[in-house]
């Protein structure tokens, strides 16, 4: 296989902010409910605790889901831009088997073989060509097999600035404010992923809104010490309208068909 696609300058790399990354995410409540909803869908959906299968996780990170996924009996394969971050993934993983690591832009891995599961998760909002790099990954894909994205809502992105009072930047449409380097460049229309992904030889099993409550609590103290009833809720109301529209993150998976 090959992607005929080579990076832009604007595909972002966390180099040099690995650590900040890692603490900033995962050590985060916000990080570990992600984390925590998109297990949960996966396996609903997927089954990856019962029926491993050969996996590419795409901008995997420092390799939290991969250990997951490894740990379930998945052949992984970890790809990521960035060096420093793969080299935290590779001191977590050390003695791990079951994982092989890809550093470079994901346009220039071509996998051996259709793959049984690929994860493209929070790295959407940092490709210049998010729709064309969904079209790569589908062809990726084995027959029947799981493509899950999940993306920085340009929806919640737009409703947060407007309750903050942001009403010129929203207006001007949002522009990148190129010096925070944490915050995504180019939050995703939900609709416009839904809309792409009805071209594609594939069947959408599940959307949910990522953080539909979190994100929104007036008392934050909240978000740690109720965590696991916010868990519940977030699993309710993640999928029900208006409620999933509102997710900080949206996700979807979708099965390849012949």
């Known amino acids: 296989m090959t992607t005929g696609k080579r990076p832009t300058p604007q595909d972002h790399s966390f180099d040099a902010l690995a650590q900040k990354f890692e603490t900033n995410i995962y050590g985060t409540s916000k990080g570990q409910l992600r984390h925590q909803l998109l297990l949960s869908y996966l396996d609903e959906h997927c089954d990856i605790r019962h029926h491993p299968r050969t996996a590419l996780d795409i901008g995997g990170g420092t390799g939290v889901m991969t250990a997951d996924l490894a740990r379930f009996g998945h052949t992984v394969t970890l790809n990521d831009v960035s060096a420093d ?3 935290l993934a590779r001191d977590k993983l050390t003695g791990v088997d079951n994982v092989a ?3 470079g ?6 996998p051996p073989e259709p793959v049984d599961l690929i994860l493209s998760h929070a790295v959407m909002e940092w490709l210049a060509e998010p729709l064309e790099a969904i079209g790569q990954w ?3 894909l084995a027959v029947d097999g799981y493509l899950s994205l999940s ?3 340009l929806t919640a992105k737009r409703y947060a600035n407007l309750l903050y009072g942001n009403f010129d930047y929203v207006e001007a449409g949002m522009p990148t404010k190129n010096t925070v380097r944490m915050n995504p460049t180019n939050a995703v229309d939900p609709l ?3 809309d792409y992904l009805g071209s594609q030889p594939v069947t959408i099993v599940h959307q949910a809104g990522i953080r539909c409550i979190h994100d929104y609590m007036s008392v934050k103290d909240r978000q ?4 696991d009833k916010l868990v519940t809720m977030e699993r309710k109301y993640g999928r029900q309208e208006p409620y999933q529209w509102l997710g900080k993150y949206y996700h979807i998976i979708v099965q390849r068909r012949d």
């Open 192 to 194: 416009a992923v839904i």
């Open 105 to 110: 832009p994901w346009q220039h891995y071509s």
């Open 85 to 87: 971050v793969l080299a």
């Open 138 to 140: 589908v062809d990726w």
């Open 101 to 103: 690591f890809h550093h």
């Open 151 to 153: 993306f920085f809502n």
């Open 224 to 227: 740690e010490c109720d965590f």
